[in-house]
């Protein structure tokens, strides 16, 4: 593809952000089991849901501009799902467990914020004013999720955890 405009390289943006969802779905679920908290594993099922919802509202896009709803493999995202399920290979103790799950997660919100920022504004200096709005949606889900990820980590992380597996503080 070449990027002979703002247009081509919004575009381009969109279907990366598509791929990355699309992993996103199919790490929630793993991620999930891997999590001790209810709580936690309550909050990647909602998540879950949230990324079918934010990848139909990128499908309304495409299909507005009459495009496939077609993704070029994000090797941003790869990377960091990547990283995340070596972690989950690692024995580590629940709670540990736990804080290295939002770890990842987090990185994901972030460059899901970053990549939906960067789409919200294209599509205003592009005058799509409907594609702002959908993405602006996203973004402040995302930016939700992120927040509440750190909520969680402050309250059901423990902080001893790694003084009784490791014994040092
Ligand atoms: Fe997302």
Known sequence: MKLESLKDLYVAELQ??????????????KMAKAASTPELQAAFHEHLRQTEQQISRLEQI?????????????????????????????????????????????????????????????????????????????LDEEGNTDKKLTMLAERLVNPDAANEVGGRR
């Open 16 to 29: 990366d952000v598509y791929d990355a969802e699309t992993q996103i779905t199919k790490a929630l679920p």
């Open 62 to 138: 495409f299909s507005g501009h009459g495009l496939p709803a077609r993704g070029k493999t994000c090797k941003g995202m790869q990377g960091l799902i990547e990283e995340g399920q070596e972690m989950m290979k690692e024995k580590a103790d629940p709670s540990v467990m736990d804080a290295a799950l939002i770890s990842a997660a987090q990185k994901v919100e972030h460059y899901e914020i970053a990549s939906y920022g960067t789409l919200r504004t294209f599509a205003n200096l592009l005058g799509l004013q409907q594609d702002v709005q959908l993405l602006q949606t996203t």
